[in-house]
Nanobody
């Protein structure tokens, strides 16, 4: 099992930046892929970004150019740097870990508790 703990969420204004962190512990060697998903009120959870052990990454079209995913393997931590935030980025952001480099939520069986990001206009 892998335990994931997110941090860094908060209330910001449109145009501001935030950096989310996801600290992994446990059998982290079994889950080399780390990803971020988000769920806005009344909407389904959606893919945001994914990164592999080597640093290769993919981002959703809606955040590409504004968000960056990175990781520090020595710290077993993944980050989501969010710039130029918009009100539509408001959501609970979840960290996930898995074995496949994929945008499909069903492929991840390790999840954090989520961190709230609220962007005011």
């Amino acid at each position: 099992q892998v335990q994931l703990v997110e941090s860094g969420g908060g209330l910001v204004q449109a145009g501001d930046s935030l950096r989310l962190s996801c600290a992994a512990s446990g059998r982290t060697f079994s889950t080399p892929i780390m990803a971020w998903f988000r769920q806005a009120p009344g909407k389904e959870r959606e893919f945001v970004a994914v990164i592999n052990w080597s640093g290769d990454s993919t981002l959703a079209d809606s955040v590409r150019g504004r968000f960056t995913i990175s990781r520090d393997n020595a710290k077993n931590t993944a980050y989501l740097q969010m710039n130029s935030l918009k009100p539509e980025d408001t959501a609970v952001y979840y960290c996930a870990a898995g074995r496949l480099f994929t945008t499909k939520m069903s492929s991840y069986n390790n999840w954090g508790q989520g961190t709230q990001v609220t962007v005011s206009s």
